[in-house]
């Protein structure tokens, strides 16, 4: 079963909403490529349209947390991850209000808009900002779980999920959830491959493939990028001969370079980063741009051989 990861967050806030009245989702005309067009009309007294001005968006959010809301600011990552940096910083960070801004149609996932609208480097400015939480999560019910964390808990957070249906990684029911805990997708002792976001799937797709030839393949879901989970990934570096990380995100302060940091100081070994490039990407799909830079099954594998 595939679903779009902002379907699942929409409807989850529509129904939390009709019992937490200090919910507030903000948006900035963003309620179509957010699907939130039936909580607006279902929760207008709950719902707050700013229009094209993401950096206003975080702002008001930052007020509506100072003043005992909980505040959901949605716009695409590409612009939630730029435009309002400093707002994010400031407002949100530093000021410790408790807005999680989630930034939809992140990652190539618009495809042939191009870079203007590509968030390949979220990662790396989201997670720069001292006391901002960030978090990529794989499919539905990642999403769902991170969802009832936020609801209660009271720390700022960033969010970055896809524009498309993503393909589940995990059954209904079946997910072993702990928050800023990896979660282990497939059990392995050769080679570890780290993923996050709809990577997740092409890694667990190409474990499965690798175990079919007799490879034993670890697969963890680093959907908490920060706080990163860095007692899994040392296990991972102690227990298996080398690391692969995948990613939709640049090389440069991602997720693997973060764990080439974290294993070169505390356990030195063989770390492969699959990425995008440091350049604009290629017109396409997010599967073209997948395939066209080995992020997707058949790539992962390919990689993967070079390690084992």
């Given at each position: ?63 509506l947390a100072a ?163 860095t007692e899994a ?23 693997g370079a973060m ?50």
């Amino acid at each position: 079963m595939s679903k779009a990861i902002k379907k699942v967050i929409a409807e989850f806030l529509s129904e939390e909403a009709k019992v937490n009245k200090d919910i507030v989702v903000l948006c900035s005309d963003s309620r179509g490529s957010g699907a939130l067009g039936p909580y607006a009309e279902e929760h207008s007294d709950q719902f707050v349209e700013v229009g094209i001005a993401e950096q206003n968006l975080v702002g008001i959010s930052a007020g509506l947390a100072a003043a005992g809301k909980r505040p959901f600011a949605v716009s695409p990552a590409s612009f939630l991850s730029t435009r309002s940096m400093e707002q994010a910083k400031v407002d949100v960070a530093y000021s410790h209000t408790n807005v999680k801004l989630v930034g939809i149609s992140g990652g190539v996932s618009y495809g042939a808009l191009g870079m203007t609208h590509h968030s390949a480097t979220d990662i790396a400015t989201m997670g720069s900002i001292p006391g901002l939480r960030v978090y990529f999560p794989s499919d539905q019910y990642l999403a769902t779980a991170l969802m009832k964390e936020f609801v209660t808990d009271s720390e700022p957070a960033y969010i970055r999920i896809g524009r498309n249906a993503v393909e589940d990684v995990y059954e209904d029911g079946k997910l072993d959830f702990t928050m800023d805990k990896a979660v282990t997708v497939q059990d392995g002792t050769e080679l570890t491959i780290i993923a996050c976001g709809e990577l997740v799937y092409e890694a667990k797709k190409a474990a499965e493939t690798l175990a079919a030839q007799g490879k034993s393949v670890r697969v963890l879901d680093m959907y908490c990028l920060k706080p990163l989970d860095t007692e899994a990934i040392l296990k991972a570096a102690k227990e298996t001969k080398a690391i692969l990380t995948v990613e939709e995100h640049s090389p440069y302060g991602g997720l693997g370079a973060m764990v080439a940091q974290l294993t070169a100081a505390e356990h030195p070994t063989k770390v492969v980063n699959l990425t995008l490039p440091d350049a604009p990407v290629v017109t396409g799909n997010s599967a073209d741009i997948f395939h066209h830079y080995g992020l997707d099954a058949e790539g992962i594998v390919k990689a993967a051989k070079e390690l084992l």
